[in-house]
């Protein structure tokens, strides 16, 4: 079994196709995440101000690190248009050994 990783996926969601785009490729040029996959049109079902809301979504997936975590938050919270903005982080408990030391190498190469 390969052993545990410091990986991340990062997960954010945002109302339209650009901001995707935007999100996904500056938090990789900024190399704190190695990769974005957009998942689009998916439907969120929310409690906000308390009326239940929905709306179409696009899901960011970000592979980061727990290093690059902080720099990534900050990041998204400047750049996000949302008020308040999912940014929510998942351990990568193990994975394939290759694919986690690409997203350290990717993600932590100028930390």
């Known amino acids: ?7 991340l996926i ?17 938090v990789v040029t900024a190399r704190l995440a190695a990769c974005v ?13 308390g009326e239940v809301e929905t709306a ?4 960011l997936l970000m592979k980061s690190t727990r290093s690059a975590y902080p720099g990534l938050e900050q990041l998204l919270r ?3 248009p949302y008020e308040l903005p999912e940014i929510v982080a998942v351990p990568i408990v193990t994975g ?5 030391d690409w997203i350290s190498d990717q993600v932590d190469a100028c930390a």
């Open 1 to 7: 079994m390969p052993a545990t990783s410091e990986a």
């Open 10 to 26: 990062v997960l954010t969601t945002c109302g339209d196709a650009a901001t995707a785009q935007h999100l996904a490729r500056t």
């Open 37 to 49: 996959t957009i998942l689009a049109a998916a439907s969120s079902v929310y409690r906000w101000r």
């Open 56 to 59: 179409s979504e696009s899901v």
């Open 78 to 80: 400047a750049e996000h």
């Open 96 to 100: 394939l050994p290759a694919y986690l």
